[in-house]
């Protein structure tokens, strides 16, 4: 059983691109979590999705940002019109619940630079 | 509002020294306590939990965490450390009724020297 695999791991984009950051959660999850690590800093919850909904993105930045998980394929972390402030370590993490029990998994991260 | 304060961004150690990484939390309301380790190139890994009961927790390879509710803290110890414990950790914490929205710290570079 494969972890939760991110690709790429690391992604160079000029100010302006987009960015879209891929996240396979374990077989059998189907609770996806994306977090962000600024330089210096420590993670910070972005958005919680569940096949095809987004749970709770109250840690999402108000504009430029967007995430999905459909029904097939991996989830999807969307960046329009990067600027140099997005530079981060991005993690996705998956659990196939949220009890108390649940553990989350967490994928190496994909490293963007925005240059 | 939670928040997560590990004190320390580098603890340098020998092999085989005792070592503790400390970890405070502010939070109003009542929280769940873990310890994740990141091993170079590789993904978090939950390393201990504290949930409620027992307020020691330890871990398969001989980590222990005490949470402290007085003085809100859950530091991290073992008393003989290994080469491969080299790894940066992260203290986090999350909310009764919302335990997938962790908080974490800004972690731990522990390096365990020769």
């Known amino acids: 059983n494969a972890g939760v695999m991110q690709n790429p791991r690391h992604l160079v984009r000029r100010r302006g691109q987009e960015a879209r950051l891929r996240c396979s959660p374990m077989?059998?999850?189907?609770?996806v979590y994306w977090y962000r690590q600024l330089p210096e800093e420590g993670l910070k919850f972005m958005v919680y999705?569940?096949?095809?909904?987004?749970?709770?993105e109250s840690g999402m930045p108000k504009e430029r940002f967007s995430a999905e998980f459909p029904k097939e394929g991996p989830s999807i972390l969307r960046i329009q019109q990067v600027v140099r402030g997005d530079s981060a370590a991005y993690f996705c993490?998956?659990?196939?619940?949220?009890?108390?029990?649940?553990?989350?998994?967490f994928g190496q991260g994909t490293r963007l630079t925005v240059v | 509002a939670q928040s997560v304060t590990q004190l320390d961004s580098q603890v340098p150690v020998f092999e085989e020294a005792p070592v503790e990484l400390r970890c405070n939390y502010s939070?109003?309301?009542?929280?769940?306590l873990f310890w994740y380790v990141q091993y170079p190139n590789q993904g978090l890994q939950l390393l201990l939990k504290?949930?409620?009961?027992?307020?020691l927790v330890e871990s398969i390879n001989g980590f222990e965490a005490e949470f402290n509710k007085s003085q809100t803290s859950f530091h991290l110890r073992k008393p003989s450390v290994h080469i491969s414990d080299t790894a940066e950790y992260f203290c986090?914490?999350?909310?009764?009724?919302?335990?997938?929205?962790?908080?974490f710290g800004k972690g731990t570079l522990l390096t365990v020297n020769p």
């Open positions: 993490a998956s659990s196939p619940g949220t009890g108390e029990n649940t553990e989350a998994f």
């Open positions: 077989k059998g999850h189907s609770h």
């Open positions: 999705l569940q096949k095809e909904n987004i749970i709770d």
């Open positions: 939070s109003s309301v009542s929280v769940y």
């Open positions: 504290y949930l409620s009961g027992s307020t």
């Open positions: 986090a914490v999350s909310q009764l009724g919302s335990n997938y929205k962790l908080t």
